[in-house]
């Protein structure tokens, strides 16, 4: 039971507040999945006998016009219900999606895309209002931000840069923050307290949606790409919300607006929080402005963060940390600066960040101690008022104990564990340095053809992508698909110059062909590789390795293999 649970049951118990009502008893969870289940399954195929028997009347109308207000209305009095069954209740959502459907059908054929997106935002406005379920609140809530951001945008495809995704969100950023403050304004009023409540859950959802589009606009955060494959990155761009180079025009105000949210979050949290000796927050809140000149993103993601901590919603406060983070993180494939430059820019700001905790962690434990003091101290009653304070060295031991700061019991391990885990990452990363010298030293040289793609320029300089003449590298083959958590295998077959002539893919559990060499295929993008899809080389070098006509490899005996040059005709190195 939390202190506020506490403190309304004793106000109950004491009169002060009238007794709730008996809450009804819950269904049981597997009853209502099942429920949900049901009425899907009764739906979707009524629907579909419906355009079957009717189709070419709902595909040029009017029927889906007629379909889509039925169902809707129908959806709407099932949710907003009481006491029905739980297959009603159930019922109400899939035909109300399927009414929206119908609607939207119809709208689109008599309106242009703007006037389609507005009425459709007016919809989802009205049904946030008339549904009585706070989680549908949410999803229309999220709708509504995304509607409200394809109306903000300029309308152009998404590959002209920045601009669209960062307008859009930062726009809807901005219409969230009002909407919130005229919550806040309606919540101190009786008759507008009702609706301040109806608003809250949407608007959950409405800076969900804001802080993915600030994350999508900065593009791939760190290893995230290789982990999930750069597809999908590889339309939007890696680190889009850092291609912006010069510091004039339009540029520069976009870099000093994320600079000047930074600082107005950061004020807006001292105010309102009003810490003490609040001027030594301000060394963190610079460092943090200057590195969001360098990602437009990173200042908005931190004006939310600070508006969520003011307002307490600790969830989408974490949410918005989490949104952060991955901002930072897309620093690394932006191409805004050379790696180096971006490495001291990110060591700069580190060692300003360790170099401010060291001077403000005194105060700190000063101010913790006062505050842990403060609440150690009992309240004087009457009779403790009148009897004599304890003198000598009694008083001095009792303040003594009472100025002794309490360390909490977890803290005592923080400094080991925090030394273990870097002790831990050293001898990982060392391990992998000895495994890779191991391969490099005891490996056999294996040369593979290549078929290289077009040098594009990226954050380590310039890269080459890389494809490889071997069976089972295509990203869409099918052919030898190994089962979950194994990885392909290529036999390989070498001439006498260590170059690959004759390869074939390995089934799941297939020995190698007498004769041939197992080599050990990596994923990447969706599909297979032979240790990487890519390298990487100097700025400025790029004529130096557009010769490049093969791969050359270190292979191990059980098909472990690494990239260690590429090389020309004649096998050199280049």
Known sequence: MTQSTA??????????????????????????????????????????????????????GPSDWFVGLALTALGLV?????????????????LLLTGLVSLGHALDRHLSPRELEA??????????????????????????????????????????????????????????????????????????????AVTEPALGG???????????????????????????????????????????????????????????????????WRPTQAWRLVPPAVVLAFVALYLPSLGACLAVLALMLITRRWRLALLAAIAAVWVLGSFYYSWALPLQQKALVMVGAGVVLVAWAAWAAPAAREGQALVETAGAQPALSPASASTPLPSGGAAINAGAQATTPKVHPASRWARPLLGSFAVLVLVTVNLLILQKETLIREGRPVFVQLA?????????????????????????????????????RVAVQLDERGIVRLSKVLAAGEAVPPGMLPVELTPADGGWTLVSNAWYFK??????????????????????ALLVNLVGEDLRPL
């Open 7 to 60: 403190w309304l049951a004793q106000a109950q118990a004491e009169g002060v507040l009238p007794s709730l009502p008996p809450l009804p008893p819950a269904r049981p969870w597997p009853v209502v999945v099942l429920s949900a289940v049901a009425a899907w399954i009764t739906v979707l195929p009524l629907m579909a006998a419906f355009v079957a028997l009717f189709g070419s009347s709902w595909w040029k």
């Open 78 to 94: 099932l949710l907003r219900g009481r006491g029905r069954a739980v297959f009603l209740e159930q019922m109400g959502l899939p």
């Open 119 to 196: 009425v459709l935002l007016a919809l989802d406005v009205v049904l946030m209002l008339l549904l009585p379920v706070s989680w549908l609140r949410q999803l229309l809530g999220a709708a509504a931000a995304v509607l409200t951001m394809v109306l903000i945008g300029p309308g152009r495809p998404a590959d002209v840069g920045i601009w669209p995704v960062w307008l859009e969100a930062h726009a809807a950023a901005l219409v969230g923050a009002v909407l919130m403050a005229l919550q806040q304004r309606l919540g101190r009023q009786a008759p507008g307290a009702r609706w301040a």
């Open 206 to 272: 409405w800076w969900v949606m804001v802080l993915g589009a600030l994350m999508l606009s900065a593009g791939a955060s760190f290893l995230v790409s290789g982990a999930l494959g750069g597809a999908f990155w590889s339309h939007w761009g890696s680190g889009r919300s850092a291609q912006i180079l010069p510091w004039h025009g339009m540029d520069l105000v976009v870099r000093l607006v994320s600079g000047g949210l930074v600082l107005a979050g950061a004020g807006a949290l001292m105010r309102a």
């Open 452 to 488: 290289p793609v077009d040098p594009r320029s990226l954050m380590q300089g310039d890269y080459m992508q890389l494809a490889y003449a071997l069976p089972g590298t295509d990203r869409w083959s099918r052919s030898g698909v190994p089962l979950w958590g194994e990885r392909r």
């Open 539 to 560: 700025e400025g070098t790029q004529a130096r390795w557009t010769p490049a006509r093969y791969g050359e490899f270190r292979l191990m005996p059980d098909g472990r």
